[in-house]
């Protein structure tokens, strides 16, 4: 069965940093998200993407975050500056091209620890 | 608002009970609910959903249930399982972009 795939599982950076995670959605998926999980809280949604440009971003995605689909397989999220508070689980999820189909697709998600 | 809350953060039941999992949702609007099971270290699994022009769902041994007069939200699993020890998150749609609205959680803990 096709599966959102992301990497790394688990990154560690300093504050400041750069950091890239990485996302392969399922294949013939054409929306694309970015969620967070801050330890023992809710899903947070970040950012939607759909045919080469962000749908609708959340007040959380301001100009450290970025999103971008380089090739016909992988979509990143880009924190330009991490801070402490970005340390959570981002999960990626993806959703098919099926009208009317809304199920969202997630990925088993990167642990980011900002020290 | 957007918002959806859980009435309750952890829920324990026996091997073989039949679980509910409740979930309140504010925005009247939403067309569209779905529940995700997590467990640890795991991402959002899908479990079931219901569009706003149904009030019953049904899927192998689980059931969503829809009440829009009261904006409420509810999963029952049948014959509980030590597999179904979880989180369990429900799900709104946003608006026509497709975000999903997450709840706060309940862990579902089955005692064998």
């Known amino acids: 069965e096709p599966e959102v795939t992301q990497t790394p599982s688990h990154q560690v950076t300093q504050m400041g940093q750069e950091v890239i995670l990485r996302c392969v959605p399922i294949s013939n998926h054409l929306y694309f998200y970015w969620y967070r999980q801050i330890l023992g809280q809710k899903v947070e949604f970040l950012v939607s993407f759909y045919n080469n440009e962000i749908s609708e971003k959340s007040e959380i995605f301001d100009d450290q975050f970025s999103v971008e689909r380089p090739d016909g397989s992988n979509f990143t999220l880009k924190i330009r500056s991490t801070k402490l508070e970005d340390s959570a689980m981002y999960f990626c999820?993806?959703?098919?091209?099926?009208?009317?189909?809304?199920?969202?697709?997630f990925g088993p998600g990167t642990r980011l620890t900002v020290t | 608002g957007e918002s959806v809350g859980l009435h309750l953060p952890t829920l324990s039941v026996q091997e073989g009970d039949n679980s509910i999992i409740n979930c309140a949702y504010s925005n009247s609007a939403s067309d569209y609910f779905i529940w995700y099971k997590q467990e640890s270290g795991k991402g959002p699994q899908f479990i079931i959903d219901i569009r706003s022009n149904m009030d019953k769902r049904q899927g192998q041994r689980v059931t969503v249930l829809l009440n829009k007069t009261v904006k409420h939200l509810s999963l029952q699993i049948a014959a509980t399982q030590p597999g179904d020890s979880a989180v369990y998150f429900c799900?709104?749609?946003?608006?026509?972009?497709?975000?999903?609205?997450f709840g706060q959680g309940t862990e579902l803990s089955v005692k064998p």
């Open positions: 999820a993806s959703s098919p091209p099926t009208l009317g189909s809304y199920e969202q697709y």
């Open positions: 799900a709104e749609r946003g608006n026509q972009g497709g975000k999903l609205i």
